[in-house]
């Protein structure tokens, strides 16, 4: 038995962040009707690699049943209501305060059905100045400062390659469902729950932002380095590049005087600890570099194997298609099955079932004959 088996989500959803929430909620077994309007969720129309279907929804949207509303209909809102009367969570993310000219805001649910869950995603907070603007994912990487510490000193702040507000904010949804269900089982009350994408961008920023608060420094955009660790970083052997990990003072020691055969390095006293070699990052870099430049990279590698250094290279995204330590799994979509990337949890040594994802308004007809309207929209 999945573990939210015989749990009703309804979400009136688009794009990425609630979507996200409900996959998971999906994939654990809760049965999600989507409510979508009459031409869909928006995130169908992204793009059309995935055999003609949008990369995003066929992502996002495994386990769902698809009905179109318009909310501006009494008999469709009438349905909705009927929906969340046996609901066990109703989870948004229209523009701030759209839910409530509905008559569907957190406040008026909780009273109607008090065992009800209910989860607002925003871009920001409310209460705060910014509540009822626009929010979307690459505004709030730039808003929250996780650009201006993003891409290197030459090319200027940068987006992260995924929608990375989205998905995070997403997962934080799915658990604060999760807390609240475990929740109500011990009081028998839902709750009202709210996020905002700002919120969980600068959650994420929390130590840039005590680096830049109480210790006075702006931290650099280092490409790939690590602000708060050295060495950490890429380097060039005579035929490939290697990434490097250091964590710890043993650990430092050991690619010193092992890994690259320096003791010289290894006792230097301005590199005796990771602040100290933060401090001198160009210096310590340029040493490591130039032990490593004429060594082959088979040769660094075993070496690291050899003393249980961490490493990697940089892969392409044609690289992770192959990528040894990938999984992939068949998706059922309309246009036939897609491959992706798997879920990472494991469970008893099983990996989520991939369940269909739906046609625009595949269930419109069983989901009205079920909860009380008959005729198509």
Not at 34 to 56: I, M, P, T, V
Not at 257 to 265: C, H, K, W
């Amino acid at each position: 038995m999945n573990a939210l088996e015989g749990i009703l989500v309804v979400a009136l959803e688009q794009a990425v962040a609630v979507p996200t929430a409900t996959c998971k909620l999906a994939d654990a077994g809760a049965r999600v009707i989507k409510l979508e309007r009459a031409e869909g969720d928006f995130a169908r129309g992204y793009d059309d690699y995935a055999k003609g279907q949008s990369s995003y929804f066929v992502w996002l949207n495994r386990g769902k049943e698809s009905c179109r509303v318009d909310l501006k209909l009494e008999d469709d809102r009438a349905m909705v209501e009927a929906m969340l009367a046996q609901a066990d969570v109703f989870i948004q993310n229209l523009a701030p305060g759209a839910t409530g000219r509905l008559g569907l805001g957190a406040a008026d649910l909780r009273a109607r059905y008090p065992r009800l869950i209910t989860c607002d995603v925003s871009g920001y907070a409310p209460g705060t100045p910014h509540h009822t603007r626009k929010a979307y994912d690459l505004l709030i990487q730039a808003e929250s400062g996780l650009a201006a510490i993003t891409g290197t000193q030459a090319s200027g702040p940068s987006r992260i390659g995924v929608s990375i507000a989205d998905i995070a904010t997403g997962q934080a949804a799915y658990a604060a469902i999760l807390e609240a269900l475990l929740r109500r089982a011990k009081t028998g009350r839902g709750s009202a729950i709210q996020l905002s994408l700002f919120d969980t961008l600068g959650d994420l920023m929390n130590v840039p932002y005590l680096t830049r608060r109480y210790g006075g420094i702006e931290p650099p955009r280092l490409g790939l380095a690590h602000p708060s660790i050295a060495p950490y970083g890429v380097f060039s052997t005579a035929d490939g590049d290697v990434l490097i990990s250091i964590q710890s003072e043993r650990e430092w020691q050991i690619l010193a005087r092992e890994v690259l055969g320096s003791a010289a390095l290894a006792e230097d006293p301005r590199f005796a600890t990771n602040v100290l070699r933060v401090r001198q990052r160009e210096t310590v870099d340029r040493e490591v570099q130039a032990l490593l430049a004429t060594r082959s990279f088979a040769e660094v590698t075993a070496a690291l194997d050899r003393y249980a250094i961490a490493y990697g290279t940089v892969s392409s995204v044609g690289d992770l298609i192959t990528h040894p330590a990938a999984t992939a799994l068949a998706t059922p979509t309309p246009s036939g099955p897609v491959e992706v990337l798997a879920p990472p949890a494991i469970v008893d040594g099983q990996r989520v079932t991939m369940r269909p994802v739906p046609a625009l308004g595949q269930h419109d007809e069983a989901l009205r004959a079920e909860f009380g309207r008959s005729s198509a929209p």
